[in-house]
């Protein structure tokens, strides 16, 4: 089964960077990039034609839009560093906190710079229906310091532009966070190197394509007639061309980084005393803050991936708000039938699942849509962490799978089922040449849901795999037993959170 695995793992890297590799330089760049194309005057028949014409202006941003994804992008970072760093670090033990601190900022950090490198290059710029291409390597073409022009990159509608930098830095912060998901799957026994070396592999073989799959495509403004509508839907992303709905991040991110944590805790194994010694949260309070900056953080996460402030971005603004109000009311509803009483550990888990289920239907369901996936989501991952676990075997320490896998999921199938206009639902655009709106059947789209969640897992766990075996050969997965029981505070980074 490994050999199968490994040799499936080899082919998609293969894959995709074969595709990278016939990249050509006149590519479209974002996956609105083609909007300053589509803009671009027809050339003229003649030179006296020309001369006569006027120019067609070049797009321009609207102030507003930009103002808004600026705040989008700081609110995602403040989902990460503090509110992911706390969350996680109130979880574990103290002897662990700093350390869950350290991989969390880091590892953001990290991939941020990898992202302007090469990482925005391969999932943003048109290549091959996997992965992306090196067009925009090193982040060129974004800005020209000699004019002190933009590239523009299209939204979701016609005629309306933002900074194609602008957009990728709002995409830098979701692949960091990505990554960061991951670490609390195997927290409290990874060295510290061995968490970025698999960050930046995995990130660079499933992150990238899995954005470029389901995220690629032409933008709307070069819809300009039905005869080019089959040619540039070619050139989208896979899952993309399937009709697949993630609006801010389901399968790309929560499910991605969920598979990619269980892999993991598989493969490092369980913490020394599993089972058998106590392993309790340190610091609930702090776990509440961190939630409680997640919460407020992820209305840029959702909001902000309308990528303009519309009514688009209001409808996803008010969905993150009630469906996570739901999911706690969910969870706690659900311990309280289980076990007698709801616990402040359960409120804060409920949050973070409902924030994830709505994720990928956050502009993609109507309100009542919005609550109905929250309220499940907080039951679903709240059997996630309990019922699921205990089936699976592994030592997710932070029940990474339970809460962003389950919820991904659940999310993921929902939104098939509330974007229909029948259940009160937006619906999808139908023809992006005219922008009608209109309605999939919901057995069509739910099945459709599925098959991007299917590839997701498949692709997330292949290159998961190859990657923490890749890390074990080379540098080792795991600190040894006596660190691991001194605390890595103290054996990796050679200090502590509390004093004595």
Excluded at 174 to 190: D, M, N, P, S, Y
Aim: aromatic share 10%; hydrophobic share 55%.
């Amino acid at each position: 089964m490994k050999k199968l695995i490994a040799i499936l793992a080899l082919g998609i890297a293969a894959l995709g960077l074969s595709g990278a590799a016939l990249a050509q330089d006149s590519a479209a760049s974002a996956p609105a990039a083609a909007a300053s194309a589509a803009a671009e005057p027809a050339a003229p028949a003649a030179a006296a034609e020309a001369a006569s014409a006027p120019a067609a202006a070049a797009p321009t941003a609207n102030k507003g839009d930009v103002a808004w994804m600026m705040v989008a992008t700081l609110l995602v970072i403040m989902m990460t560093v503090p509110g992911l760093a706390l969350f996680y670090g109130g979880l574990v033990r103290s002897k662990n906190m700093l350390s869950v601190l350290m991989q969390v900022m880091v590892t953001f950090s990290l991939i941020v710079v990898v992202w302007c490198i090469y990482g925005y290059s391969l999932a943003f710029t048109e290549n091959n229906n996997f992965i992306g291409g090196f067009d925009r390597l090193f982040l060129k073409g974004l800005f020209d310091p000699t004019t002190g022009s933009f590239a523009m990159g299209a939204t979701f509608s016609k005629g309306v532009v933002i900074p194609e930098l602008l957009f990728a830095a709002f995409q830098a912060t979701f692949a960091g966070i990505t990554c960061c998901l991951i670490v609390g799957a195997f927290a409290e026994r990874i060295k510290f190197s061995a968490v970025l070396l698999f960050s930046v592999l995995w990130f660079t073989f499933s992150y990238a394509p899995i954005a470029h799959m389901v995220w690629f495509w032409m933008g709307p403004d070069a819809y300009t007639a039905a005869g080019v509508v089959d040619e540039l839907n070619a050139k989208a992303g896979l899952i993309w061309q399937w009709g697949a709905l993630d609006f801010a991040g389901g399968t790309v991110v929560h499910i991605n980084a969920a598979v990619a944590g269980l892999v993991g805790a598989y493969m490092i194994g369980k913490r020394v005393g599993y089972g058998r010694e106590a392993m309790a949260p340190h610091n609930l309070p702090l776990t509440m803050v961190g939630a409680s900056l997640l919460w407020v953080g992820w209305f840029g996460f959702n909001a902000g991936s309308a990528l303009e402030a519309s009514n688009s971005a209001v409808l996803a603004f008010m969905n993150t708000f009630s469906a996570t109000a739901a999911a706690v009311l969910g969870w706690s509803l659900g311990e309280t039938l289980m076990r007698g009483k709801a616990s402040m550990l359960g409120a804060a888990s409920g949050a973070v699942a409902g924030l994830v289920a709505i994720t990928p239907a956050a502009g993609n369901v109507g309100l009542m849509g919005a609550v109905v996936i929250g309220f499940i989501a907080g039951f679903a991952c709240l059997w996630g962490v309990n019922g699921l676990k205990r089936m699976l075997g592994a030592d997710d320490s932070l029940d990474v799978f339970g809460v962003h896998g389950v919820g991904g999921i659940v999310g993921a199938l929902l939104t098939g089922v509330f974007n229909t206009q029948d259940l009160g639902g937006p619906g999808l655009v139908t023809d992006w040449v005219t922008a009608t709106v209109g309605s999939n059947g919901i057995a069509a789209q739910v099945w459709i849901q599925l098959k991007a969640v299917v590839l997701t897992v498949v692709w997330s766990a292949v290159v998961a795999f190859i990657a923490f075996k890749i890390v074990d050969l080379t540098i080792g997965l795991r600190v040894t037993e006596e660190e691991e029981r001194e605390g890595l505070d103290i054996s990796s980074h050679g200090e502590t959170a509390y004093s004595k």
